[in-house]
């Protein structure tokens, strides 16, 4: 029997991955309430419906009321998605919200292949550098090409470590947050499975709030003019057990304070 609901057409709710299951986290529209069908709220990968069709238990967050349902996914076609609801799911860091909030962060260590992927592409311009041309005319063209890329390389470096300095301090920043995870725009550049410090002060605190997170989604968005952004999706990795309860907590005052306002 399923776990009969108030869920509305046009409700918009989290699916996730439940226990288990490679991890996702995809937003989703009611389309129909009874049998319960929900559409993806943005477009999909063939490795992301290869993982929904694979999927054991699923769990549908509602953030806006604050709770949330195991579920197991009954079919699908295309970016609709039927849902058998099993019942109630307590776990209360699945509760999303997007706010505002003094955060800077860091890369500590870099995703594994990362660091030998760029060691590669310097390797071609060392060759560049030794390259013995037949003429002069070719010897000077590769030395006048080497101090170009050169120049340019320390330019962009300069550039990099100092956005990656900026990043680190406290700023005012859009984030969508969870008791369980983060998702925040990017402005310097961050791979997947990228380790990452993060430091968020929350209204009321002293201190900020102190832990590293992994890096499980990168997308890219587009920002201003000539600008490109990354939607960096992280799960928490090394965070104590008070820094979480501090992260749920903020998320449910803010669910409450926004829909007093409604």
């Not at 049998?35 to 699923?58: M, Q, T, W, Y």
């Not at 579920?71 to 099993?86: T, V």
């Not at 859009?174 to 961050?190: K, Q």
């Amino acid at each position: 029997m399923e776990t009969k609901v108030l869920l509305f057409c046009g409700d918009r709710l989290h699916l996730i991955a439940g226990e288990g299951t490679p991890y996702f986290n995809y937003s989703v529209e009611v389309l129909k309430a009874k049998p319960l069908h929900v559409n993806l709220l943005h477009s999909v990968s063939e490795s992301d419906i290869n993982k929904l069709n694979a999927a054991g238990d699923v769990v549908l967050a509602d953030s806006g009321r604050g709770y949330a349902y195991k579920a197991k996914i009954a079919s699908m076609s295309g970016e609709d998605i039927e849902l058998s609801l099993l019942g109630r799911h307590e776990d209360r860091e699945f509760f999303r919200v997007d706010t505002v909030v003094s955060m800077g962060y860091e890369i500590v260590r870099k995703a594994p292949g990362q660091i030998e992927k760029k060691v590669e592409d310097n390797s071609s311009f060392d060759k560049l550098k030794s390259m013995d041309g037949e003429g002069d005319d070719q010897q000077i063209m590769a030395q006048l090409m080497y101090k170009m890329y050169d120049e340019v390389r320390k330019l962009r470096e300069q550039v990099q470590k100092e956005t990656r300095f900026d990043t680190s301090i406290l700023s005012q920043r859009v984030v969508s947050l969870s008791g369980s995870g983060i998702r925040f725009t990017s402005s310097i550049e961050v791979d997947k499975g990228d380790i990452l410090r993060l430091s968020i002060m929350l209204p009321g605190r002293d201190r900020p709030l102190i832990f590293t997170a992994k890096v499980i989604r990168v997308e890219v968005e587009m920002g201003g003019v000539g600008k490109t952004n990354l939607s960096v999706a992280c799960r928490y990795k090394e965070i104590s057990e008070s820094c979480k309860e501090s992260l749920v907590r903020f998320v449910f005052q803010t669910q409450r304070e926004m829909l007093r306002r409604r």
